[in-house]
């Protein structure tokens, strides 16, 4: 069974860091490409990172480009995103999802994904 597990999340001053992982189980990160989203209160889930398959290639949002970095730990099976600079309008639930694919890039739009985790809440508050 295809499991994604987020941690991480918590509340954060206005600057400050965090950093979230997902913990992958029942498949192989060398198969699958994995995305980041966040959704804010009354807003749409919207993709905010993601990294190819065996971490080869990786695409951000222009909202984050800078200041978050995604990163694949195969031997332990996670995929983390460290956010540095964190604002307010980055508070929201982030969830991780995955997708089998044998391309080099991965995707950006959310209907690609197959399978999703539970998510973590991140509030940048002071």
């Known amino acids: 069974q295809r499991q994604l597990v987020e941690s991480g999340g918590g509340l954060v001053q206005p600057g400050g860091p965090l950093r979230l992982s997902c913990a992958v189980s029942?498949?192989?990160?060398?198969?699958?490409?994995i995305g980041w989203f966040r959704q804010a209160p009354g807003k749409e889930r919207e993709w905010i990172s993601c990294i190819s398959r065996s971490g080869g290639s990786t695409n951000y949002a222009d909202s984050v480009k800078g200041r978050f970095t995604i990163s694949t730990d195969n031997a332990k099976n996670t995929v983390d995103l460290k956010m540095n600079g964190l604002k307010p309008e980055d508070t929201g639930v982030y969830y991780c999802?995955?997708?089998?694919?044998?391309?080099?890039?991965?995707?950006?739009?959310?209907?690609?994904?197959?399978?999703w985790g539970q998510g973590t809440q991140v509030t940048v508050s002071s």
């Open positions: 999802a995955a997708i089998l694919t044998f391309s080099s890039t991965c995707p950006t739009i959310r209907s690609r994904y197959n399978y």
């Open positions: 029942g498949f192989t990160l060398d198969l699958y490409a």
